[in-house]
């Protein structure tokens, strides 16, 4: 902190600036890739019904635990860390859950702008009008091109790496923050349109039911704790990304009649919550009614997405709009949520001296070259495989089911049961007692149980031997038998 008390880093312009850009980090691929193929893969409303239990009993609690930490550092996870634990008498050792934050974003930051850069080729293809009226053999050509090409795959994930640098590298306010007040309310925009388009469309009816008909035989212990992982990995926590947004947060906001107010972590943080968890199930809403118009199967697997949906767009009327539209919406969401993974290293570089251009080159370097790992693993690298997984399964697996939920217990257990409770209320400025009991039973005992159940079964799944179907947490690997056998060749993808 400077000395007036603000973050070296700057300080978001409003209260809704941190509700954009903490939506914008939440909301990514997570929500409109990952969400759908996983409700389609874990049958539907039962999968959905988990999940919201989730984000509300688990997810939520974290999330305010998380910024509440970050707005009391008031600097990068690392030495708002460092900060907290002086602050409470505890082990410096407690500034390990930022490092292992920012080192976990350093890893998610590789392989996410991968998949990034095939959302970029996507926008082309769609606009390109190459999709339109193509037969299903041929949108499988086209995603089998690009993975089969690891020249193209690396210019995405390039591509991608400089958008988020470049933004990055411009600091808080005029990176991001002027990054997100565009790019949240194109994405909403986006989103209403694409979601009356798919009033309008035939499946409405179908998608509907199969999103919120609950039926309870359809879950399997495996589902539930999908579900678990997927909340966690939606609402970006667990790795010091919303912490550092949280450093960057207003104390103190001036309501219209002139008179200052404490800004809220729980109602803030709840809005939050809410977007992320409402632009998944438009995202669902949006998907799955192509699909059952066009008479395809959500359980299609994470190539939902990439394959099922170009299908879909080049078989309706104006298709190749609506399918760029989805695309750059993808785009846009993925790309804020990037940003978000790389802030806590970048931060971390800036209080050690490095200016934030540099900062963000360096930490773009480093990320793209463990990246190029991951962009071949869908090509040339594809057989090299350890514990069944290529390297980019390797990675996303030990970041997001081990790295993330460690993270997150850490967070609950700190907020929990470490710090000194006075500091925590006033922080927090949450206006009912009531629902600060509730909050912190929740995070002292719910949460630390969910995840440690969470971790283990993971890693249990996760490390079976020999290459069984992948376990739905996993959410970037595209196992051949769910692409549907016949049109990917094995090994492919
Ligand atoms: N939540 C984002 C998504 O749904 C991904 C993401 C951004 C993330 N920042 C994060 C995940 C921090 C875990 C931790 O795509």
């Not at 999908?226 to 947004?245: C, D, E, K, Q």
């Not at 632009?279 to 959500?298: D, K, Q, R, S, T």
């Not at 969401?333 to 900062?359: D, Y």
């Amino acid at each position: 902190m400077s000395k007036d008390n603000t973050p070296i880093h700057g300080i978001w312009t409003s209260r809704w600036v941190f509700i954009l850009a903490a939506a914008g980090s939440a909301i990514g691929l997570g929500n409109i890739w990952k969400f759908p193929y996983m409700t389609g893969a874990n049958g539907g409303g039962a999968f959905v019904m988990v999940y919201l239990v989730c984000i509300a009993c688990v997810g939520m609690p974290i999330m305010i635990a998380e910024v509440m930490l970050g707005r009391r550092g008031g600097m990068s996870p690392v030495n708002s860390m460092r900060k907290l634990a002086r602050e409470n008498g505890v082990s410096s050792r407690w500034t390990g859950v930022g490092a292992l934050g920012a080192l976990s974003g350093f890893l998610l930051l590789s392989f996410y702008t991968v998949i990034g850069g095939w959302t970029l080729f996507y926008v082309w293809e769609m606009a390109s009008g190459a999709l339109h009226q193509a037969s299903a053999s041929e949108v499988q050509g086209v995603f089998d091109g690009i993975m089969a090409n690891p020249w193209l795959v690396l210019a995405g994930h390039t591509m991608f790496m400089v958008m988020t640098m470049v933004v990055i590298g411009r600091g808080v306010v005029r990176g991001i923050e002027a990054s997100v007040r565009i790019l949240m309310p194109l994405l909403f925009l986006l989103l209403l349109v694409l979601f009356g388009y798919a009033l309008t469309s035939d499946g409405f009816g179908a998608a509907l039911r199969y999103l919120f008909a609950v039926d309870v035989s359809r879950l399997t212990g495996m589902s539930v704790l999908a579900a678990v992982g997927h909340a966690f990995f939606t609402l970006s926590i667990g790795l010091g990304a919303i912490m550092a947004y949280g450093a960057y947060m207003p104390r103190n906001t001036v309501d219209g009649k002139g008179v200052r107010k404490p800004v809220s972590i729980g109602s803030t943080v709840l809005t939050v919550g809410v977007l992320d968890t409402v632009v998944a199930l438009m995202a669902g809403m949006v998907i799955f009614p192509v699909v059952f118009a066009n008479g395809l199967a959500p359980s299609e697997g994470p190539g939902l997405l990439f394959v099922t949906l170009p299908l879909a767009f080049a078989e309706v009327p104006l298709g190749a709009l609506f399918g760029s539209l989805f695309f750059i919406l993808v785009v846009c969401a993925a790309w804020t949520s990037s940003i978000s993974i790389a802030e806590p290293p970048v931060a971390w570089l800036v209080e050690k001296g490095f200016s934030r251009p540099q900062a963000a080159v360096l930490v773009g370097l480093l990320a793209w070259t463990l990246g190029i790992g991951s962009a071949l693993s869908f090509n040339v690298l594809s057989d090299y495989t350890l514990f069944g997984k290529t390297f980019f399964g390797l990675v996303d697996f030990v970041t997001i089911n081990i790295m993330l939920p460690v993270g997150g217990l850490l967070i609950a257990i700190f907020a929990g049961w470490v710090m000194k409770e006075t500091h925590v209320r006033k922080e927090l400025a949450m206006k009912r007692f009531g629902v600060y009991l509730v909050w912190r039973a929740v995070l002292r005992v719910v949460v630390p149980l969910a995840l440690g159940t969470v971790f283990v079964f993971s890693l249990w799944q996760g490390l079976k031997p020999a290459a069984a179907p992948e376990s739905p947490t996993v959410p970037v690997e595209v196992p051949a038998a769910d692409q549907g056998a016949e049109s990917v060749p094995p090994g492919k993808l």
